[in-house]
């Protein structure tokens, strides 16, 4: 299931809980109406309300489509896509592909040996934002706006203390961060206000349910700038696989419905060119994950 958070005509205050199939975006909420069946209307709460809720839109969507009311169906090119859902955390997890190690050793004076443990940091709800919205580059706080195409693992039950083997049972489902840094504004070997500013968290375009994707460990992944392909890998590459990163970071934090896990970036970020590349209000970024779709986000100018 494709899971996404929509608004339709002119008002765009309010997004709604849709499913995505085939170019089309069923409004979950009309269809539950609609048959007299309990929903939530918004995706965190729909997370957060477990297997029945998740159970109850299947049956809505395998529903004669006849008998759909009116209103339950749009296209997908006439709706407007917003994040899917505000995190409660995102955790963040730096240097998760080789090759990236190795890249960020020359460019951002970090080790070159490769972390025994997850590098983690967080960015906070504030810095999501959706599908074609803007990330914001002030020049007054940054030259160095740079990108990374990440696969997001959205959890859908409370995790403390879980094991690898049992981790898998916490997810939800899989969507795209594209972590987004003022490299030039690491404090003192810290991240937070690099990569914690509002709109350096795009998120989206959908959630996928567990169950649609056989394996996240074998998915493409590719980031663009206007039109040129700037990171290409596979979520295989990982130096700590999605279980591995559960594991570690339930081991003294819960992880809590909704929460989003971004899990690394390949080799390719802006800072890692020869010379350096980053982003300037007028540039296109578009990062991809296989069997998710395509984030796409433009960047303005925001002095």
Not at 114 to 126: I, M, N
Request: glycine share 10%.
């Amino acid at each position: 299931m494709r899971l996404l958070t929509f608004t339709t005509g002119p008002d765009r205050s309010t997004g709604r809980l849709g499913a995505e199939s085939d170019g089309l975006v069923l409004d979950l909420a009309v269809l539950a109406d609609h048959a007299g069946v309990p929903l939530p209307h918004d995706l965190l709460s729909f997370i957060g309300a477990g297997p029945t809720a998740l159970e109850a839109a299947r049956q809505l969507l395998a529903a004669d489509p006849a008998g759909r009311p009116a209103g339950a169906v749009h296209r997908l090119e006439d709706v407007a896509l917003r994040a899917p859902l505000r995190p409660g955390k995102i955790i963040g997890v730096g240097l998760n592909y080789i090759e990236h190690v190795e890249e960020s050793s020359r460019s951002l004076d970090t080790d070159k040996d490769l972390p025994p443990r997850p590098v983690l940091f967080g960015k906070p709800a504030t810095a999501v934002t959706g599908p074609g919205a803007p990330i914001l580059h002030n020049a007054d706080l940054t030259t160095q706006l740079d990108w990374e195409c990440e696969l997001a693992v959205v959890i859908g039950r409370p995790a403390f203390r879980v094991t690898e083997e049992e981790a898998y049972d916490h997810i939800f489902g899989f969507s795209i961060v594209n972590d987004i840094s003022a490299r030039d504004q690491r404090r003192s070997g810290q991240w937070f206000f690099s990569k914690g500013q509002d709109s350096y968290a795009p998120f989206g375009p959908v959630v996928v349910t567990r169950d649609a994707i056989p394996d996240p460990m074998a998915l493409d992944l590719s980031l663009r700038v206007n039109g040129v392909t700037k990171q290409k890998s596979n979520t295989r590459h990982m130096l700590f696989p999605i279980a591995r990163l559960i594991a570690d970071i339930s081991s003294g934090m819960t992880l809590e419905p909704g929460d989003v896990i971004a899990t690394g970036s390949p080799s390719g970020v802006g800072a890692g060119m020869v010379p350096p590349e980053f982003l300037r209000p007028g540039d296109t970024v578009e990062a991809t994950v296989e069997g998710i779709g395509t984030l796409t986000n433009p960047v303005v100018d925001a002095r």
